[in-house]
């Protein structure tokens, strides 16, 4: 409807948009709630392990799914973050793939061909990598456009969805958006979908220990005097 049709509309216009104005008003309040709760879970956040499942889903140039399972450990002291990813299945078969973040420094070993990569530029990738564990409201402020798309149940838990759009025009060239279900009362992700332009990636947790002491490999992987180092 145009405004142009005059005065005595005006009041039948308010009355249509008002629901919608109170519903974005609720959106924003539920938000704002959300993000309080995860600056205040985030606090007292320290370590975490979780079973996980990656599902790497390529859409071009041939549709393939990819599926890894394993268990992830998280650490956080002082604003720095740990990550190790410890596989045990790909696509159905036994994997001992491990993924490392380290003071800034991100890995792969592969064991099958003794090899360990290193990602040089992976500093870009901390935004990835803490998303949503331990994370605070603040700091998914600063990194990305939030939107709140309402709740939902899952593994029995109320989580938060919320969809990102990375900040950064960098990141933006390949990922468009994020959507994360969180449970704002503990700032870990159940379950995370990275859009890129030519795939998917969906990340899904369960099974939490919440500030435990994580296992001294936690963070490592063993190599031997055969292993193959390379950048990339």
Not at 85 to 96: F, I, N, Y
Not at 131 to 154: H, N, V
Not at 160 to 165: D, G, R, S, V
Not at 199 to 213: D, E, V
Request: overall charge negative; proline content about 4%; charged content about 20%.
């Amino acid at each position: 409807m145009r405004l142009s049709f005059g005065n005595i509309f005006y009041p039948a216009l308010l009355l249509a948009l008002l629901p919608g104005c109170t519903a974005l008003a609720a959106t924003q309040d539920d938000l704002k709630t959300v993000l309080g709760r995860l600056d205040v879970s985030a606090a007292n956040f320290h370590s975490v392990s979780a079973q996980v499942e990656f599902d790497n889903i390529e859409t071009d140039p041939v549709p393939e799914t990819d599926v890894q399972k394993g268990v992830v450990y998280y650490d956080r002291k002082n604003n720095s973050v740990q990550m190790g990813v410890h596989m045990s299945e790909h696509d159905g078969k036994p994997s001992g793939k491990t993924y490392t973040y380290v003071s800034g420094v991100f890995k792969l070993f592969e064991p099958g061909v003794n090899q360990v990569t290193t990602f040089v530029k992976a500093g870009k990738w901390e935004s990835y990598i803490d998303l949503g564990f331990g994370a605070s409201g603040k700091d998914l402020q600063a990194k990305w456009d939030i939107e709140y798309l309402g709740s939902e149940q899952m593994g029995g838990v109320s989580t938060a969805m919320l969809e990102l759009t990375p900040r950064d025009p960098e990141l933006r060239k390949n990922l468009s958006k994020v959507t994360i279900w969180v449970d704002a009362d503990h700032a870990v992700s159940l379950k995370q979908v990275f859009n890129f332009n030519s795939s998917k990636y969906i990340c899904q947790y369960s099974s939490f220990n919440f500030n435990i002491k994580l296992p001294g490999d936690a963070f490592k992987f063993k190599t031997n005097a055969q292993t193959v180092y390379q950048n990339q």
